[in-house]
């Protein structure tokens, strides 16, 4: 029933209003076509309401002039540069925030039925700058979900009870489980500001023998397809070696050699300058390795779309494309 706000005594006339709209209705409204009219109502315009909506101004249009023929009437009127609400485009309005309200509840009703812990394993880059932001963005979705991280650098588990998702680099070999390739990600020879001003640049593969390089510990490294990485690079002798690949990138920032780093965590310091950047450059990728029946969790697939989606976003990231100065 539309609510008056006139005094008692104009119910009468307002009840008989109420029967000619009633009257005139070709259908009952579309739930869709009033959550247009709220959008438009609250800010007034139609292309604020198409951006915040995600449709563009003729849907808007067509959208509002279906919704005037549902309930008889016009709900909008110009007002300068913008638009008004009607009387009855207000108490449109006010079923409008009703619809919202519901959507919102089933939403999060939603929300509440997706939780539990997912543990994933990953490389330490990739567990910094992809799964801790595709975690985060899950659990602001679905507030009782936990992802666990563990950063690791290793080939993919032959035990991976205490796991749900791994994340390694290369083409795993793997049995009684999925292995879905997420995408491509980019190593480059890097070294700081103050080493060439110190050493001198490169200025072919030659001379890089010259050099100390900073990558990982040889005989620790597991990874088949990061061992085989160096081959673009000569026989430089060892400076800072480590198993984490956030040492890498600090001890090449403190001048330690030339790091071998994934272009991604390399390019977002001021401080490191990318060498000889056509003739050393390697491409690796990420795969993802789950179990199928772990997979099919509702949980576990929230998150692996959340990283997946994350690795689409940083695409041009991981491969380098930032226009960063070089060597």
């Known amino acids: 029933m539309q609510v008056c706000s006139a005094a008692m005594t104009r119910s009468a006339a307002c009840l008989c209003k109420n029967a000619d709209v009633s009257d005139r209705a070709a259908r009952p409204p579309s739930a869709d076509d009033l959550l247009v009219l709220l959008a438009v109502g609250r800010s007034g315009r139609y292309t604020a309401a198409a951006d915040e909506l995600g449709i563009n101004h003729t849907t808007i249009s067509r959208r509002i002039a279906a919704l005037e023929r549902a309930i008889g009437g016009r709900v909008l009127t110009r007002a300068g540069s913008g638009w008004e609400l009607t009387d009855l485009g207000r108490d449109a309005l006010a079923a409008a925030e009703t619809v919202e309200s519901a959507v919102r509840s089933v939403s999060a009703t939603g929300m509440r039925q997706l939780e ?38 290793r080939r993919a588990s032959l035990q991976r009870s205490s796991l749900d998702i791994e994340i390694v680099v290369g083409a795993p070999q793997v049995r009684r489980a999925e292995a ?56 430089m002798r060892e400076s800072v070696t480590s198993t984490n690949v956030f040492v890498h990138v600090e001890a090449t920032r403190a001048a330690a050699g030339l790091g071998l780093l994934p272009c991604f965590m390399a390019d977002r310091h001021d401080d490191l300058v990318r060498v000889l950047p056509d003739a050393v450059s390697a491409q690796l990728s990420y795969w993802l390795v789950a179990r199928a029946e772990t997979l099919r969790r509702p949980v576990v697939a929230a998150v692996v779309d959340a990283i997946r989606d994350r690795m689409e976003e940083q695409r041009d990231v991981l491969l380098g494309g930032n226009a960063y100065p070089t060597g």
């Open 116 to 153: 539990g812990v997912v543990r994933v394993s990953a490389t330490d880059g990739f567990s910094a700058y992809i799964a801790a932001p595709a975690a985060a963005h899950v659990q602001r979705r679905h507030p009782r979900v936990t992802v666990e991280i563990v950063a690791t650098t």
């Open 180 to 235: 879905i390739r997420l995408g491509d990600y980019r190593l480059g020879l890097y070294a700081s500001r103050d080493y060439l001003a110190e050493h001198g640049t490169p200025e072919s593969v030659d001379e890089l023998a010259a050099h100390p390089l900073v990558y990982f510990i040889d005989s620790m490294l597991q990874v088949d397809d990061l061992d085989v990485a160096t081959a673009s690079v000569p026989a």
